[in-house]
């Protein structure tokens, strides 16, 4: 699970007006990425054909860089 670090904006704003507003930062986790699927687990004709364009755009970045970099 990935985890990244952001400023507590409602902390803040709770605080701004009492003069010296509290700055902290949490961390949150990313969401996995997982296919679309439907009520029987299937995957789903959208979710195969966004996961076909990410992998192809994907490629197609890597091959740009390879070839003309």
Same mark, same amino acid.
């Given at each position: ?45 959208? *979710?195969? %054909? $966004? @996961? ?7 490629? *197609?970045? %890597? $091959? @740009? ?5």
């Amino acid at each position: 699970m990935v985890t990244f670090v952001k400023f507590d904006v409602e902390t803040y704003n709770r605080t701004k007006a009492a003069g010296t507003p509290n700055c902290t930062h949490i961390e949150e986790e990313f969401p996995d990425i997982e296919m679309i699927t439907d009520s029987e687990g299937n995957p789903t004709l959208g *979710g195969r %054909i $966004g @996961y076909a364009l990410a992998y192809a755009l994907m490629a *197609g970045f %890597i $091959g @740009y860089f390879v070839l003309f970099i």
